[in-house]
């Protein structure tokens, strides 16, 4: 199943499932961002990634249930009659999809989630939860973009140019998004996930619990005796 990762809420950041923060992280193919997503799962608690459910097959170091569920087109298909989906999309003639027991199960867990999904499930994502928190992940060069996906190993070269040429439209998306993180140096970029993380769970709106909390405290202690 899911890969452990820190996600019970903390003492000192307590979740819970109305305040539950999606986090939506999408990128140009090529460009980092599942490494990015597992190096920010790593340093902040209370924060779980989305498994996606796929019909490709698995990249070398890639495992079935951590990175994606891998699934025939069959159960891909019984899970759409089902609508066990948020949302589903075929993108490089593969069909992706986030279903809908990865969401609430972090929501009713208290969990900030993490879901990385190409430019049309993000769409269909945040027209469900408007409340959602978008994050462009840009790639600093093409060059550098294609230097990944060449060392990537997976694609031929045809498959690269038509990866170069859908990521040359999916970047005129940037400016529907929330933030932007251009990937130019990995430390950085995963510095700065991070911190978009922290600011969002510090809006007032997230911390009115706690806050409340405290000023009833501060009432308490200024009633007179």
């Not at 999408?26 to 980092?32: C, D, E, R, V, Y």
């Not at 911190?195 to 308490?220: F, P």
Request: with cysteine; charged share 35%.
């Amino acid at each position: 199943m899911r890969k452990e990762t820190q996600s019970d809420p903390s003492p000192d950041n307590p979740q819970s499932e109305e305040d539950s923060i999606l986090f939506v992280i999408t990128a140009p193919s090529g460009a980092g961002k599942s490494s990015i997503c597992w190096a920010v799962i790593e340093r902040v608690q209370g924060l779980a990634f989305s498994v996606s459910h796929t019909t490709r097959a698995p990249r070398q170091h890639e495992r079935d249930g951590v990175d994606y569920y891998f699934v025939d087109d069959e159960t891909f298909d019984r899970m759409i009659r089902e609508d066990r989906f948020l949302e589903w999309a075929e993108v490089y003639g593969r069909r992706y999809g986030t279903s809908r027991d990865e969401v609430e199960r972090a929501r009713q867990n208290g969990i900030d989630l993490l879901i990385e999904i190409d430019r049309q499930g993000a769409r269909n994502i945040r027209a469900g939860f408007p409340e959602a928190v978008g994050v462009f992940l840009m790639p600093p060069s093409f060059r550098s973009l294609n230097e990944r996906l060449m060392k990537r190993g997976s694609e031929s070269a045809e498959e690269i140019n038509k990866r170069l040429a859908i990521a040359a439209d999916e970047t005129k998306d940037y400016p529907l998004f929330d933030y932007a993180v251009v990937n130019d140096d990995f430390d950085k970029a995963v510095a700065m996930l991070e911190a978009i993380i922290w600011a969002e769970r510090n809006k007032v709106k997230h911390q009115e619990k706690a806050l409340h909390k405290i000023m009833s405290g501060i009432r308490k202690e200024q009633a007179p005796e």
